[in-house]
């Protein structure tokens, strides 16, 4: 499964997103096949400092958490269908390699590349690439992050599980290289024995311009619905996912116009997201040079790096002078 199975608690996530509620029943089955708690996220800056933010987080098993939530569908009436493969939306049609499906409302939540999205022209999200794999052994519980040009203008990542840690690194939109052999160094330099990785695709730059084209609205990845101080997508998917979810029933049930979604979804995830994009544009500027990545990291310390994460500004307002 390509993705370091890193989950933010809902405590992190309501303090990210104050409006939205009901986090315990929308994260139910992540915390169900919940693995370790990880409540610090340890930076490393190339020169190898370090600092602990504390950041409260924890692994899941990916396979079991995207099972459990399609069991929960299906539950509650959904039909799965597998092994079915959408080419293209045709006005109210869904084309796959197993028929052609009328549907009222298109959510495409089919990930960064949504071929969904490219068939009615909605725009797909600046990505960067991103690799995983397993090492087995027993980890601390912090979650340990490395930048610099070992991950060019992303970073590596040992995330604590159950006997094992999910290693990968992601790097940013430029680059061109190979990331296998990125991976492979960063293992050999831990003294860790070769894995065998799957990879995939990051949105880096916060959410597209448009999500709705009706009948198609987009949640997730298809989105840009990422935090991009972190990479953190899972958490953000379920919110825009749910906010879908209840917009196509509204739809069906009483006419609401689609168009709805995108301001639902802006309200409830659109502040912190582009502010997260705002950090990581800023933060770009410096991940291309180790040295001014250092004194940069070195400058902001725990305390911004926490803001960083949190997609707050780095730095606060200043008061406001009172006028007698
Ligand atoms: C290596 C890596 C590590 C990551 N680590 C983390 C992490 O630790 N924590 C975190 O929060 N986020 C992480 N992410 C990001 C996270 O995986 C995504 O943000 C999250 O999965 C988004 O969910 P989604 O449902 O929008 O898309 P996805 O999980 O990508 O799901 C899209 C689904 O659509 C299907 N699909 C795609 N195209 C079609 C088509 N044409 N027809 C039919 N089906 C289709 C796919 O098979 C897939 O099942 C990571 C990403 C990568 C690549």
Do not use: H, K, R, Y
């Given at each position: 499964m390509q993705c370091g199975e890193y989950v933010a608690t809902n405590e992190e996530v309501g303090a990210i997103?104050?409006?939205?509620?009901d986090l315990d029943d929308l994260m139910a089955v992540p915390y169900r096949v919940k693995q370790a708690d990880t409540p610090i996220l340890r930076l490393w800056s190339p020169k190898g400092r370090h600092w602990d933010v504390p950041f409260r987080g924890f692994t899941v098993e990916r396979d079991r958490m995207d099972q459990g939530i399609a069991d929960q569908a299906v539950a509650e009436g959904a039909e799965l269908r597998t092994q079915t493969n959408c080419f293209a939306v045709r006005g109210n049609e869904v084309v796959t390699d197993r028929g052609t499906f009328a549907a009222q409302v298109i959510v495409?939540?089919?990930?960064?590349?949504s071929r969904v999205a490219k068939s009615v022209g909605l725009p797909s999200p600046v990505t960067g690439p991103a690799m995983s794999c397993t090492v087995d052994g027993d980890f601390p519980d912090v979650t340990d992050l490395y930048f610099g040009s070992l991950a060019p203008g992303g970073y590596a990542w040992v995330i604590p599980k159950d006997a094992c840690a999910n290693v990968g690194l992601g790097a940013w939109q430029h680059f061109e290289g190979n990331l296998g052999d990125l991976i492979r160094r960063f293992l050999r330099r831990h003294g860790w024995p070769e894995a065998r990785g799957t990879g995939g695709h990051v949105?880096?730059?916060?959410?597209?311009a448009r999500t709705v084209a009706p009948p198609v609205i987009l949640a997730g990845d298809s989105a840009g619905h990422v935090m991009a101080t972190n990479g953190g997508g899972i958490n953000v998917a379920m919110i825009t996912g749910r906010i879908a979810g209840n917009i196509a029933a509204d739809h069906v049930r009483?006419?609401?116009?689609?168009?709805?979604y995108e301001s639902r979804w802006r309200v409830a995830v659109g502040g912190p997201l582009a502010q997260g994009m705002r950090t990581k544009r800023l933060a770009d500027r410096f991940f291309a040079n180790d040295r001014l990545l250092e004194v940069s990291m070195r400058l902001l310390g725990t305390g911004r790096m926490r803001r960083a994460i949190q997609c707050q500004p780095l730095f606060l307002p200043r008061r406001a002078s009172v006028a007698r």
């Open positions: 997103f104050p409006s939205v509620t495409g939540a089919d990930g960064p590349n949105p880096v730059l916060g959410p597209v009483d006419g609401t116009p689609l168009t709805e």
